[in-house]
């Protein structure tokens, strides 16, 4: 099968993704399925999008060289794809606004996802604001106390913020209660899953509303130096920004890409969430992918400086493109996003998200390495407003 044509029928990239959920919700994500693809054909919906991420989320983002980033280490040329420009900050809004706008033509009433530091909720309550649709984000009690300016947002947003109070009152129990929300009325509401993963057809659909990034980044990068980059790379939680910026490229052998993992306070700690790295296939969420679990199959507990990347599943199709060959899954720890965080700060005046930070480490450290008339791309996924303090802080500014 090609690889821009995957999954299959059924959801397979390989022998991960499909759904892993029972029969009645299978009607309802098939229901889902096929709306996506009246969409798809749909000349409208696609102009609606498109408008929106013209004149809404501000795209194209830029291409940037960093010249004094680059200078610094004397080897390649670094490139950032400016997904921290878009309104509300990251690269979520891409495959919010493509739901939420799925959501209201498939006549939903209401749209729910889970949060965990609040960046999904956040892209989420904007989207539907826009929209015009009801939106309900389930977020513990741990987190909307730790994520106050994203917690406030979302309520000026006006989506109804339910409060998770059991279990560990994090990520892993605001899915459980989003997810028996959403089960009261499947066939009226929409679960908004936040990246790459869960049941067919979301990972597709997600990267399908994402891969505008890559489009534009190839395209870009072409015009300005008429010729591919060396390597492209991008950080990767649920992996839905590296398989934005990756699907353009896939036909480009000689591109290496590169996804970068968080190994936390080390590979060899409990403290990482380095899931393609370390992890085994199993179950999570809905669908087949590398996890990290116990000998019983349930989800460690993972860890990662960067919220948005502390997840113990990853994308399907990230899987199966590791297995192949076609994508390379690297890691970087706390201590080279921070100070990749500080370098790009400092060099750039660019305050990247922690999240993006690990990639931009990833580029830096191999820049050294190779000859300047060689060139790195990097997707630079968000930016690092939310995490000011946090590192002020921690490095005691
Ligand atoms: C959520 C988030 C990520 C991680 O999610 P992916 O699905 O792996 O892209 C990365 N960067 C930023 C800025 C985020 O907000």
Do not use: W
């Not at 009246?38 to 194209?60: C, I, K, M, N, T």
Request: glycine share 10%; net charge negative; with cysteine.
């Amino acid at each position: 099968m090609e690889l821009n044509q995957m999954p299959d029928q059924n959801g397979y990239f390989g022998e991960y993704g499909g759904q892993v959920i029972p029969p009645e919700l299978k009607t309802i994500m098939d229901d889902i399925n096929d709306a996506y693809d009246d969409v798809s054909a749909s000349e409208s919906f696609q102009q609606e999008l498109q408008d929106l991420y013209a004149h809404y989320v501000g795209r194209p983002s830029p291409v940037f060289y960093a010249r004094r980033l680059s200078e610094q280490f004397g080897g390649a040329r670094i490139f950032l794809k400016r997904e921290d420009l878009n309104h509300t900050g990251a690269h979520k809004i891409n495959h919010c606004l493509g739901e939420a706008l799925l959501a209201r033509h498939m006549g939903k009433t209401k749209v729910l996802a889970e949060t965990g530091a609040g960046q999904h909720g956040v892209a989420l309550a904007t989207a539907c604001a826009l929209v015009g649709i009801e939106c309900e984000i389930h977020m513990g009690v741990i987190d909307i106390a730790k994520e106050h300016p994203n917690v406030t947002k979302m309520k000026i947003l006006g989506c109804k913020l339910v409060e998770v109070t059991r279990g560990t009152q994090t990520l892993k129990d605001a899915v459980d209660s989003a997810f028996e929300a959403y089960l009261e009325d499947p066939v009226n509401f929409f679960y908004a899953i936040g990246s790459v993963v869960g049941p067919h057809p979301f990972p597709k659909i997600v990267r399908d509303f994402q891969s505008i990034v890559g489009r534009e980044a190839r395209q870009q990068f072409l015009d300005r130096e008429g010729k591919l980059p060396d390597i492209v790379t991008a950080c990767v939680g649920g992996g839905s920004n590296a398989i934005g910026m990756f699907t353009a490229f896939l036909p480009d052998e000689a591109v290496d890409l590169v996804g970068v993992e968080p190994a936390g306070r080390g590979l060899d700690t409990p403290d990482h969430a380095a899931t393609l790295t370390l992890g085994t296939k199993g179950a999570i969420h809905g669908f087949t992918c590398y996890n990290l679990q116990d000998d019983a199959g349930v989800p460690l507990p993972v860890y990662s400086i960067a919220s948005g990347l502390d997840y113990p599943g990853v994308g399907p199709q990230h899987c199966y493109l590791k297995d192949i060959g076609r994508v390379r899954y690297e890691t970087m720890d706390d201590t080279g996003c921070l100070d990749a965080f500080m370098t790009l700060s400092r060099l750039e005046g660019i305050i990247p998200a922690l999240e993006s930070a690990h990639a931009v480490a990833y580029a830096m450290q191999q820049a050294s390495r190779m000859s300047p008339e060689q060139s790195i791309l990097v997707n630079l996924s968000g930016r690092g407003d939310k995490d000011a303090d946090f590192v002020a802080e921690k490095l005691s500014l």
